[in-house]
């Protein structure tokens, strides 16, 4: 399918690059990312925007602005002043929706790609996690017991736990060294696996495998499901952070900090307005 095999190709692609600049520290390896969304951003902007009338409304917002402060001795004029700069206010964001809007779907596949590296880690060595496998019908108790076999460096701590409510079966892991593999749960109507990432070395993880092809474009790391019962299978991988500036920031916002300064120098060759 053509969803799944872009998003492998993108996937291995992004994998090249995190292996190439992964003896930096992770807000000098998303710096040319931020650079690109930059770009991307200001491209979809040039082609779907209307800056004519972007401008326009911020004209209009500094000028409702300015009539409210010279006449706040006078609460009527003051009191239209308000209501025109709503609807100046409303216009504005209605002209920026459309090339927002373009702007996130063409970036979409290159934030999927980074919340793989920047939004979480492999598994720590002695930290407990779930493997959970989400059915997409009733978890049968009256079936054979699921079991879960998993690679070296990683320990399955508890039987699985079926949470009936949840269609879901759940497994307590444990990672013991480094450790890169497959867990395997194998269920009477078939297996499900999935790949394990443990350690300290940094390196692209993927929480989830999907078997909806749609749901790739969120989880775009792994191949879908097939020929199973399972939904999904996922592994609830530690969060982390970057570190920019000195400041511990959600990987979205440091991308926000360093693509903005770009977007902004760089709007006037693009004929942008925003």
């Not at 710096?31 to 800056?51: E, K």
Request: aromatic share 10%.
């Amino acid at each position: 399918m053509a969803v799944e095999w872009i998003n492998l190709g993108l996937s291995r692609l992004f994998d090249a690059y995190v292996a190439w600049t992964g003896v930096l520290p992770l807000w000098a390896s998303m710096t040319p990312l931020a650079l690109l969304a930059a770009l991307v951003m200001l491209f979809v902007f040039r082609h779907t925007s209307s800056p004519k009338r972007i401008e326009r409304s911020k004209k209009l917002l500094r000028a409702y602005l300015m009539e409210m402060r010279l006449f706040s001795d006078e609460p009527a004029l003051v009191f239209g002043a308000q209501g025109r700069l709503l609807l100046a206010n409303a216009r504005y964001l209605f002209w920026m929706a459309v090339p927002i809007a373009c702007a996130s779907v063409a970036l979409w596949p290159l934030l999927a790609q980074m919340e793989r590296y920047y939004g979480q880690g492999p598994l720590r060595v002695g930290e407990p996690a779930l493997f959970t496998v989400h059915l997409n019908g009733p978890v049968n108790s009256g079936t054979g017991v699921p079991r879960l076999m998993a690679p070296a460096g990683i320990e399955v701590e508890t039987p699985a736990v079926r949470v009936e409510s949840e269609q879901s079966v759940v497994w307590r892991i444990r990672a013991s060294g480094e450790s890169a593999g497959v867990l395997r749960a194998e269920f009477p109507w078939g297996r499900v696996e999935k790949r394990i990432e443990a350690g300290g070395r940094r390196r692209p993880v993927d929480a989830r495998r999907v078997a909806e092809a749609m749901s790739l474009w969120l989880h775009p790391g792994e191949s879908r499901l097939v020929d199973s019962r399972a939904a999904w299978a996922e592994i609830a991988y530690p969060a982390a952070e970057v570190q920019v500036f000195g400041w511990s920031l959600h990987w979205l916002w440091a991308l926000m900090l360093l693509s903005m300064p770009a977007a902004l120098l760089l709007k006037r060759r693009f004929g942008v307005v925003f």
